[in-house]
């Protein structure tokens, strides 16, 4: 099955651009990877979904490389608001079944 | 629209007793996913619907735990005699088609056991 690999925890302050890179070596040929951001005490939120080279939305950026091996989510200019924790998310197949399966998440902190 | 709504949002209950979760996903939505989250924990995958009809139930953790779907829309997770290990977080999300990893999440129901 594949397997992400996520920082545990980083910390930024605001204004700056935050990079958080998740590893997922054996990524399906035909997967997409997708990000999640969650609050405390609330369900994960979709931030960005990609399958190759960069998606951009209002929120954040997404790259990933030509192997698909790690993808990097970009958030410009971080604010008290974005501290999170953030989820990269893949899928895979056992047997005849999807399973999604879940990094363990990089909690971010932003500083004044 | 209305989102995906899960009730009751709190639960506590004693030590060997049932309890029974229920999940309301986003109308239309034809996937409809468990999860698990202990506290400081990651997602942990229970069970997947598509329709009623449960593919994967290779998350749940024992016997204990059985999940179903009718009419392709409310969803209900059952814990038979329940162990202060089970309390945690417990999140239902929805998806317009299985096999999307765009999930809708509801807000959770708060588990403890005592």
């Known amino acids: 099955l594949a397997k992400t690999t996520q920082p545990i925890s980083m910390d930024s302050y605001e204004g700056q651009e935050v990079n958080i890179t998740c590893s997922h070596n054996?990524?399906?040929?035909?997967?997409?990877i997708t990000w999640y951001q969650q609050f405390p005490s609330q369900g994960p939120r979709f931030i960005i979904q990609?399958?190759?080279?960069?998606v951009t939305n209002e929120v954040a950026s997404l790259f990933i490389p030509a192997d698909r091996k790690s993808s990097t989510l970009s958030l410009p200019r971080v604010s008290l608001s974005d501290t999170a924790v953030y989820y990269c998310?893949?899928?895979?197949?056992?047997?005849?079944?999807?399973?999604?399966?879940w990094g363990l998440g990089t909690s971010l902190a932003v500083n004044p | 629209g209305a989102g995906v709504s899960q009730s009751p949002s709190n639960k506590v209950t004693e030590k060997g007793k049932d309890v029974e979760l229920r999940c309301d996903p986003i109308?239309?939505?034809?996937?409809l996913y468990w999860y698990r989250q202990s506290l400081g924990q990651g997602l942990e995958f229970l069970i997947y619907?598509?329709?009623?009809?449960?593919?994967?139930k290779s998350g749940l953790p024992s016997d204990r735990f059985s999940a179903e779907r009718t009419g392709g829309s409310v969803s209900t997770l059952t814990i038979q005699r329940t162990q202060q290990e089970d309390s945690a977080v417990y999140l239902c999300?929805?998806?317009?088609?299985?096999?999307?990893?765009?999930?809708?999440f509801g807000p959770g129901t708060r588990l403890t056991v005592t």
């Open positions: 998310l893949v899928g895979d197949y056992a047997g005849n079944n999807r399973k999604l399966i």
């Open positions: 109308s239309g939505h034809t996937a």
């Open positions: 619907f598509q329709g009623n009809s449960a593919p994967d």
């Open positions: 990609g399958y190759k080279t960069k």
């Open positions: 054996n990524i399906a040929t035909n997967d997409y």
């Open positions: 999300a929805s998806s317009p088609q299985t096999g999307s990893n765009e999930q809708y």
